[in-house]
């Protein structure tokens, strides 16, 4: 099964953004015109560009979309500036499987599983076994409130729906594996075909290196 091992941090800071895929161009483009992620913040914040209701929520928006998207590579940072709003949803997908290892297992292990079994209904208790399986080894996560828990549900949630792995309909939703486009794939597996695994590609079409 695909994880990622991170034994010194388990990252759940993304409740500061969902994909937002238009925010994602906009950091994307600033990033590419300047070569460099502080002077792209300084341009980001200091015109404003996220539309944010007041300074602090855009220093918090901008700091959140940043790190995701400093985990990139030219091409997918490439294809965030400039494609179409698909593509740049699942460029945003790829950012927080890279930047949040919570959100990744999740799909490449929960869903694809569920995929596999042929059971493409999520339901609350599949979320909460996750939480507690990882609560035992990650002691950040078995630390937070009722609430902080809650809100990564939520924004997890709707990531995955802004994403296309999951759709409306029973319980949580239903889970339904995305179409990526050549360029997108070309992307993703030119960096690590290893990331596959966050759109719900089953190991045995993965080739790993």
């Given amino acids: ?16 953004a969902s994909l937002r895929p238009d925010l994602a161009r906009i950091v ?10 502080n002077l792209a913040k300084d341009r980001i914040l200091s015109t404003n ?27 997918q940072l490439a294809i965030a500036a400039q494609a179409t709003s698909e593509d740049r949803a699942a460029i945003a997908w790829l950012a927080v499987c890279k930047h949040a290892p919570f959100a990744f297992e999740f799909a490449a292990e929960v869903l694809r599983e569920k995929l596999a079994d042929r059971d493409p209904v999520l339901r609350p208790s599949d979320y909460e076994a996750y939480v507690e399986s990882r609560s035992l080894s990650q002691p950040e996560l078995a630390r937070l409130t009722v609430s902080s828990k809650e809100k990564i549900r939520q924004v997890l949630l709707r990531m995955l729906a802004e994403v296309g792995l999951l759709q409306a309909g029973t319980a ?38």
């Fill in 172 to 209: 949580l939703g239903t889970i339904q594996r995305p179409v990526l486009s050549p360029g997108v794939t070309h992307a993703i597996t030119a960096d690590s075909t290893h990331w596959l695994a966050g759109f719900l590609v089953p190991d045995a079409e993965i080739h790993f290196p």
């Fill in 49 to 75: 560009a996220l539309q944010s209701r007041s300074p602090s929520s855009a220093i918090r928006m901008e700091r959140e979309l940043r790190r995701r998207f400093a985990t990139l590579t030219p091409d």
């Fill in 28 to 37: 994307a483009e600033h990033y590419l015109a300047t070569g460099d992620w």
């Fill in 1 to 16: 099964m695909t994880t990622i091992d991170n034994p010194t941090s388990y990252n759940l800071s993304f409740t500061a």
